[in-house]
């Protein structure tokens, strides 16, 4: 997902409704349509979204624009998801591979040389 979710504890539906991308409205019907989805409310009754729940809207709005399910394909999809959030069929595809030596040694000395650099900032 290419947008960048702003680091916050709580979002109002406004600034939801503009990092998703669709109308508040879209997001109270989908709050009736995926169990999952559960903002909290203010003592003033508004609505507040987490970061999780941000993140489950952008995924919803990818199966159901992106790629196409239906609400209902949709809702099944994500009652799919694994423990650590991925959907069955993305882990299967984020298994890592093993790599050659000399690949580790390299991604090491990089990992090193911005350890480093991190040092110097710090010092």
Do not use: C
């Not at 997001?27 to 169990?35: A, D, I, K, M, V």
């Not at 959030?85 to 890592?96: H, W």
């Amino acid at each position: 997902m290419p947008f960048t979710i702003p680091d916050k504890l709580y979002f109002k539906i406004g600034e939801v409704s503009s990092i998703v991308a669709v109308k508040p409205y879209v997001l109270r019907y989908w709050e009736t349509e995926f169990e999952l989805l559960k903002p909290g409310k203010a003592p003033s009754r508004h609505r507040l979204y987490k970061r999780k729940d941000v993140e489950m809207l952008l995924r919803i709005k990818e199966l159901l624009y992106g790629e196409g399910y239906t609400i209902d394909g949709a809702r099944k999809k994500l009652k799919q998801r694994g423990k650590d959030g991925a959907d069955i069929e993305d882990q299967k595809s984020q298994l890592p591979l093993p790599l050659p030596n000399h690949a580790y040694k390299e991604i090491l000395a990089e990992i090193k040389e911005d350890l480093a650099s991190l040092q110097k900032l710090i010092s």
